[in-house]
């Protein structure tokens, strides 16, 4: 298993549980590609750099994974439809 980073800009106007429900989907595509979560950090609301469908803000959430390296093509395909997350960036950590 590799470790990875998962960095999420999520939909400013999501409500509390709307957010922790999408964190926890999050959480369970990775246990269900056979991977672990070992930390979740919410940084909270930033202004971004430039706007990103027509929003000037996100809500930012580091999570940090340990996964195999094929199973980061699955956690792709699923963050990329939802409406909610609007960037999203998988990195490996050395």
């Known amino acids: ?4 980073e998962l960095v999420c800009i999520i939909h400013p106007d999501l409500d509390e549980a709307a957010f922790n429900t999408l964190i926890e ?3 369970d595509w990775v246990v269900e590609i ?5 930390k979740v950090e919410v940084w909270g609301r930033k202004r971004l750099a430039y706007s990103i469908k ?7 959430v580091l ?5 195999e ?11 990329r439809f939802q409406e909610s997350v609007l960037r999203y960036m998988i990195t490996a950590v050395k």
């Open 25 to 27: 989907k999050i959480k």
């Open 34 to 38: 056979k991977g672990s979560v070992d």
């Open 63 to 67: 999570f940090n994974l340990s996964l």
């Open 54 to 60: 027509k929003h000037r803000e996100g809500q930012y």
């Open 69 to 79: 390296p094929a199973a980061t093509t699955t956690l792709d395909q699923n963050i």
């Open 1 to 4: 298993m590799r470790h990875y």
